[in-house]
């Protein structure tokens, strides 16, 4: 069992993943809910995890998250991305004081694993906050901080140069490609699924050709 504790923030399906609404449609809920659902799953496959934290308001999401094995917590603070990441690593560290770590977008189908093992290998060796941008170079999928460390995210949007600014390290890793893919647009989605996404996702992608 590896030592970081992840932290996946999930908004209600309901309103999860708006971008996608105009390519899925009505599939949109069930494919923010797969997206959630590989994401854990393979973070709870990497060998640098010890645990999953999912700070979600969504019952139906939580509950097949719970399943997984992965911790699930209210987003008692209400108050948007950043706030809801806050209080999971907060939630962490109440339950594993000197854990370090890793916020990471719940959007990311196509992770591998081992890619996202070498990240956090990368990041563990800085010994400071580190941070991945995201396919685009803009955004950000992950953002780690060592124990002695606060989390203090900064995503939405232009997240990248938040986080530099910040003083976070980017880690500049080559082929680590699943671990940058995130998916806002029905392009992202083109690309995850060329890529190869878990098996929650290409169901639920599945509909989208059906339908």
């Known amino acids: 069992m590896g030592n970081w504790s992840v932290v996946v923030p999930l908004k209600p399906l309901a309103v999860a993943k708006s971008r996608l609404a105009a390519a899925a449609g009505e599939v949109r809920p069930a494919l923010a809910l797969?997206?959630?659902?590989?994401?854990?799953?393979?973070?709870?496959?990497?060998g640098e995890?010890?645990?999953?934290?999912?700070?979600?308001?969504?019952?139906?999401?939580?509950?097949?998250?719970?399943?997984?094995?992965?911790?699930?917590?209210?987003d008692t603070p209400a108050a948007g991305l950043n706030?809801?990441?806050?209080?999971?690593a907060e939630h962490v560290r109440e339950r594993r004081p000197y854990?370090?770590?890793?916020?990471?977008n719940g959007d990311l189908p196509a992770l591998r694993p081992a890619e996202l093992s070498e990240v956090l290998r990368d990041a563990a060796q800085a010994q400071e906050r580190a941070f991945l941008a995201d396919a685009a170079?803009?955004?950000?999928?992950?953002?780690?901080?060592?124990?002695d460390?606060?989390?203090?995210?900064?995503?939405?949007?232009?997240?990248?140069?938040?986080?530099?600014?910040?003083?976070?390290?980017?880690?500049?890793?080559?082929?680590v490609v699943s671990v940058r893919q995130d998916v806002d647009t029905g392009d992202d989605?083109?690309?995850?699924?060329?890529?190869?996404?878990?098996p929650r996702t290409s169901a639920a992608a599945g509909l989208l050709i059906t339908d």
Do not use: K, M, N, W
């Open 149 to 175: 460390s606060d989390l203090s995210p900064a995503f939405g949007g232009a997240s990248r140069a938040r986080h530099l600014a910040s003083g976070a390290r980017e880690i500049l890793l080559t082929g």
């Open 137 to 147: 170079s803009v955004g950000t999928t992950l953002l780690a901080a060592p124990p």
């Open 83 to 88: 706030a809801a990441l806050r209080h999971g």
């Open 49 to 74: 995890v010890a645990d999953v934290t999912v700070v979600t308001d969504d019952p139906t999401a939580g509950a097949e998250l719970a399943g997984l094995g992965a911790f699930v917590v209210p």
């Open 99 to 104: 854990a370090p770590v890793v916020a990471l």
């Open 34 to 46: 797969a997206f959630a659902l590989d994401t854990v799953t393979a973070a709870l496959a990497c």
């Open 189 to 198: 989605l083109r690309v995850a699924l060329a890529l190869g996404v878990g």
